[in-house]
């Protein structure tokens, strides 16, 4: 599968303290803006930088520097918002589009409410955020909607991915490369993943 799962201690540690049922709405907030910031982080290994010349207080150089210009950085709506923060403080200059989803309760299933994107998206590497990988529903849609824009590069950064979510989406998007946090165990007959974190979207936003 094309899947990259980080594994560092830092970023142990801090999803020791992110999945604690006992951590507040701040904390949270902030531990995802964190993590979020590890995975672009990653997400950028491969990135192809321009060769610029510039002057040091010592001397003249050539080095290479990133066209922030051809990324764009596209939350799930609600909850990849709460990484949006970490990955623009890595590219700042990356453009943003949104995409709205949420399940229904009955299906599982994912419903699209909202789409606004850049109107070059087809030009930029894309980045999709999203700190939750449950069945895999989300992603796929989104990834369908970007490339029915003409996007060729997309990624797909998340926290917490599930084994169930991770093969459905390779096997629909192989080209795709998922970079997660932690892969977990498995998903509940709910669909929620196990032992995860709970609702993303509910814990950033203080909404139970």
Avoid at 24 to 32: A, H, P, Y
Avoid at 124 to 140: F, H, Q, Y
């Amino acid at each position: 599968m094309n899947v990259k799962e980080l594994n560092h201690p830092l970023i142990e540690h801090k999803l020791a303290i992110l999945r604690d049922k006992k951590t507040g709405t701040k904390e949270f907030r902030e531990l995802i803006k964190e993590i979020g910031m590890f995975l672009c982080y990653e997400a950028m290994s491969d990135a192809k930088l321009k060769k610029v010349e510039i002057e040091t207080p010592i001397e003249k150089m050539k080095t290479g520097k990133l066209d922030e210009d051809n990324y764009a950085f596209v939350p799930i709506l609600r909850a990849g918002m709460g990484m949006l923060d970490g990955v623009i403080s890595v590219i700042p200059n990356a453009k943003i589009g949104h995409i709205g989803m949420y399940r229904d309760e009955k299906t599982f299933e994912p419903v699209n409410y909202f789409f606004k994107v850049p109107k070059d998206i087809a030009k930029r590497e894309v980045i999709i955020l999203d700190p939750m990988l449950a069945t895999g529903g989300s992603a796929i849609d989104a990834i369908d909607l970007l490339k029915s824009k003409g996007v060729k590069k997309i990624k797909f950064l998340s926290i917490i991915a599930a084994p169930e979510g991770l093969k459905k989406v390779t096997e629909k998007h192989p080209d795709v490369q998922i970079i997660c946090a932690k892969i977990d165990k498995c998903l509940n007959e709910n669909k929620y993943i196990v032992p995860g974190l709970g609702d993303a979207g509910d814990r950033i936003f203080g909404t139970k």
